[in-house]
């Protein structure tokens, strides 16, 4: 319901208004976590829109002396709308809890208080009871009008108790987003009961609209995020599946020879390679952090099948006294595999390659050092591709980073950085 509008109230309607058709048209045409969530949001903004509508309605006609009957039939539209909105509430409150909304207690009391509010609403018109509309076009109370704020104020404590209580439940993103929504309404409506503060109503009705924005807003977010972990998977899987096809002829081959030259190498670079076969394969299902010893380990399989087939031509060392971290699979491997794309040439001077672990103040850091050529961006960025989905994966699933840089006396220095992670409680 609404009573004399001040410029303020205005402002207040027309911030509303502009947010609810925000949340309103990414509610229809962005994608959405789910169905359930898109059609809900749709509907609570549709309604959201027709209730800020109606409350500019009431002032038109109120301002333009309109007839008292008009006035009547504005004033039992917006407490309907209104306490729809409410119940709304609670069914999203109910569902982001992992309840089932149509069996929740919580959902059916509110829906009883509701439906009571809106056949009281319904018979105001008709009576002078509730309230009235004076001479001059202004709403007053009636006795019975309390009864009206009473069941509301019923209603938003309900929700919110049940908010605290079900904090686990839901996201916290969620939880914070209900008491942003439900205090100042609760609070407005709780004053609105001794006094009329059509103001303070607004504003609550404001407030409790930014916060239905917001879990949209941060709904969309997390699936822009889930689609982003989703493709950098799909890159790795696809950068898995098409691994050299030389590299495995020249595997096979050489092992072909060795089985009959030595034996027992052959069998050690079997092993080697099918070690490297199983970890490039099992990093194609893996869709969390993994113990960098897994990543070094797998590491270690492909050099020493690089170094079966080149032998002193590639030298490598490992200096990895700290491995107590996580990372995400096929970071380190294929970043050793790119400086032995590029820097080996059996006709030079061997290439030799460094991996180095250390601990520092805000997490750990990997660096891959070798003598080669050096790093050189190609015209066509081909060979660096596997590079920039290592950078992404590790933005997206932890928040670390990888740099390039040349290293000193020659050849390409890469420094991965892995932020500290919170332990699981």
Known sequence: MSGHFLPVEWAAVGAELMMVLLGLA????????DRWSKRFFIVYFAILLFYGLWVALDETV?????????????????????????????????????????????????AGLVGVIIVLACFSPFTDWFYSVSPENRFVRGAGYPVYVGLTLAVLLMNLVCTFRWRTRMKKSY???????????????????????????????????????????VDQIDQTLRQQREIAHQRASIMVLQMRPHFIYNTMMSIYYLCRQNPDLAQRVTLDFTTYLRKNFTA???EEMIPFSEELQHTRAYLAVEQAQ???????????????????????????????????????EPLRITVRTRRTLLGSEILVEDDGAGFETPEDGEPHIALQNIQQRLQIMCGGKMEIMPRQGGGTTVRVTIPRQRRPR
Not at 26 to 33: E, G, K, L, W
Not at 182 to 201: D, E, N, R, Y
Request: include cysteine; glycine fraction near 4%.
């Open 26 to 33: 990414i509610a229809v045409f962005m994608p959405s976590a």
């Open 62 to 110: 109120r301002v333009r002396q309109e007839s008292k009957s008009l006035l009547g039939l504005i004033y039992c539209s917006e407490t309907v709308l209104g306490s729809v909105l409410i119940a709304m509430l609670t069914v999203l409150l109910v569902h982001s809890s992992g309840q089932e909304w149509r069996q929740s207690w919580l959902f059916r009391a509110v």
């Open 175 to 217: 939880f914070y987003a209900f008491l942003i929504g439900l205090i100042p309404l609760t609070a407005a409506v709780l004053i609105h009961f001794f006094t009329s503060v059509f103001l303070l109503l607004g504003f609550g009705m404001t407030v409790c609209a930014f916060s239905m924005f917001s879990i949209l807003l």
């Open 284 to 286: 194609i299902a893996s």
């Open 310 to 348: 080149f032998e002193d031509a590639l030298l490598i060392e490992y200096d990895t006294p700290h491995e107590e971290f996580r990372l995400p699979p096929l970071t380190l491997q294929p970043i050793v595999e790119n400086a032995v794309k590029h820097g080996l040439d059996p006709d030079s």
